[in-house]
């Protein structure tokens, strides 16, 4: 479980905000009107989907390996925040980039917009996670 822990805490402290800037900047930069999806669009939502899934498996077995406190202190305000985050993060990631986009009337500057509002939730699940 060690490994799945380091995973989730280097790719989503490090990794993952610095994808989703680079992809802002690249899709901003590249944005053509009514193009199809590029491979940023298709495979930004996937990592974030990459990343949830490990933090939702190390937090079950957090909740099911542990008692009393400890348990308690996962399953507790504001812990309970941190995977709550994570799954509006990956839901918004298929929103935010796909066809159906809020922000698609922004023209060029929706991606940099759904992008920001998506690292918004990474570095707010960030910050729960290390508070908790």
């Known amino acids: ?6 995973i989730h805490f280097l790719f989503g402290e490090r990794v993952l905000p610095l994808l989703i800037l680079a992809g802002a900047v690249w899709l901003t930069a590249t944005w053509k009107p009514d193009t199809g999806r590029t491979p940023v669009v298709r495979i930004l939502p996937i990592l974030v989907d990459i990343q949830v899934t490990l933090g939702i498996i190390y937090w079950l ?3 099911f390996s542990t008692t009393g ?3 308690a202190r996962y399953l507790g ?3 309970i925040l941190h995977p709550i985050i994570g799954i509006a993060a990956a839901g918004f990631a ?3 980039v796909g066809p159906k986009s809020p922000f698609k009337a922004m023209g060029r500057f929706a991606p940099l917009a759904s992008l920001g509002v998506l690292l918004l939730f990474v570095v707010a699940g960030i910050f729960v996670g ?3």
Do not use: D, K, N, S
């Open 94 to 96: 298929h929103y935010a």
């Open 69 to 71: 406190e400890t348990q």
């Open 61 to 63: 077995y957090l909740v």
């Open 1 to 6: 479980m060690g490994v799945i822990a380091q």
């Open 77 to 79: 305000f504001p812990f």
């Open 130 to 132: 290390i508070a908790a």
